[in-house]
């Protein structure tokens, strides 16, 4: 597949983009062949002198940002002060949250621009303060593909699918310092996008994964008003896959996370927070095509059966350029009274590795016994470099159920 580097749209589902897209009435069969393996293999073009190489994965579910008020500020949340859906970003915030235990409920339409009401990301999550040191958490993520009508190559009706993929997280962190907190997460992962035989003469199953997070968080404010820090590694674990063929399986995407964030207090009651995340994706990129097709499925093989921890280490070295695979996410959040609040941010993403940038806006207002955020992803892109989230309003709830 080739195309220019203007035209093309990073990856964020794989699996529910092709879904979408490539299930015309004649060919939804195959299409479901293409979901699969489309979740790993990298897309490699030339647009002139420009390489473009996207790096792929199962469950790309785990990278949309699930909550209203980080998407507000640009998919920015490792190093923001602490709320229930830290579980998604960096759960070690939540032992210097304000309230004892909170649950956060938050629905995400997923290419309602394009009209489509049953594709959708649905998250909870929540966390409950042990002691003045110990605390869990807990989250579901619910990702849904829809209803999809499926016909072989003549058009004839086969049966109908509902892909839908989830995750269940369990997490325990631990205060080191008054300043400093550790945390991990266990998460486990099912994809099903398919199931049975549907034509193609391959039986398929749901895929199964588990897989781990590991994060610290620095807290140095005073009276609200200072430097915060975080580091994340999320989804290392097993590899994931659709068949009985144990050499068929796909990475799930493992990731760094680093942030920054700086609180300052303008007068008592004016504050505003700048915040700056970045991220890298622990996927190596596939081998290059060369074109001729003993040396290239060689080389395939050997990427789909490399070691989990060995792709954590060649996704540094792959050939790719580090700085390249790097996203950034900036935001800003300001505050009055701690109450109304009113948020910004920007995303970036290499053009050679998938050209998302996009700007966002949020809003926040805090009640007595439950927090509401709002965001929406300003329309960005044209055709497939579009992002499905465009022109789409986000809601989060955050319930507070405990005092200190």
């Not at 909170?102 to 959708?120: C, E, H, M, Q, R």
């Not at 269940?168 to 486990?188: E, H, P, Q």
């Not at 955020?373 to 159920?401: E, H, Q, W």
Request: hydrophobic share 40%; net charge positive.
């Amino acid at each position: 597949m080739s195309t220019s580097h203007a035209s093309y749209k990073a990856p964020l589902t794989a699996a529910s983009k092709t879904v979408r897209k490539l299930f015309s009435a004649t060919h939804r069969a195959i299409a479901v062949v293409a979901i699969i393996a489309t979740t790993t293999i990298s897309i490699k073009a030339v647009a002139q002198t420009d390489s473009i190489n996207i790096v792929s994965t199962a469950v790309p579910f785990l990278r949309i940002s699930p909550d209203a008020r980080a998407g507000g500020m640009g998919d920015v949340a490792i190093a923001t002060s602490a709320d229930a859906n830290a579980s998604f970003w960096n759960i070690s915030k939540v032992n210097f949250a304000k309230r004892r235990s909170s649950i956060a409920v938050n629905y995400t339409p997923w290419l309602k621009d394009l009209g489509l009401n049953d594709v959708y990301l649905a998250t909870v999550a929540g966390y409950h303060q042990l002691d003045e040191v110990q605390a869990v958490t807990g989250s579901l993520r619910f990702f849904s593909l829809g209803n999809i009508q499926l016909t072989d190559y003549s058009g004839n009706l086969l049966n109908s699918v509902k892909p839908s993929e989830f995750a269940i997280d369990a997490g325990y962190t631990r205060m080191l310092n008054d300043k400093m907190s550790v945390g991990v997460v266990l998460r486990y992962i099912n994809s099903r996008l398919v199931v049975g035989d549907v034509g193609t003469g391959v039986l398929y199953k749901a895929g199964n994964a588990v897989a781990a997070d590991v994060s610290v968080y620095h807290d140095a404010t005073d009276e609200g008003e200072g430097l915060r820090w975080g580091v994340v590694l999320s989804n290392l674990g097993s590899k994931i896959g659709y068949t009985n063929d144990a050499k068929n399986k796909d990475f799930i995407p493992a990731n760094f996370g680093a942030g920054v964030s700086y609180t300052k207090d303008l007068d008592g009651s004016n504050k505003i927070t700048f915040a700056l995340d970045m991220n890298k994706l622990l996927v190596p990129a596939a081998p290059t095509a060369t074109g001729v097709y003993s040396v290239d499925s060689a080389n395939l093989a050997e990427y789909r059966t490399g070691g989990v921890v060995a792709s954590w280490l060649k996704s540094f070295n792959d050939g790719t350029g580090v700085a390249k695979s790097m996203q950034f996410s900036t935001g800003v959040e300001y505050a009055y009274n701690d109450q109304f609040f009113v948020r910004a941010g920007y995303f970036y993403e290499n053009r050679n590795r998938g050209n998302r940038k996009y700007a966002t806006v949020g809003a926040g207002f805090k009640l007595d016994f439950m927090d509401i955020n709002l965001s929406y992803l300003v329309p960005a892109g044209a055709g497939i470099t579009r992002n499905p989230l465009s022109n789409t309003m986000r809601l989060g709830v955050c319930f507070k159920l405990g005092e200190l």
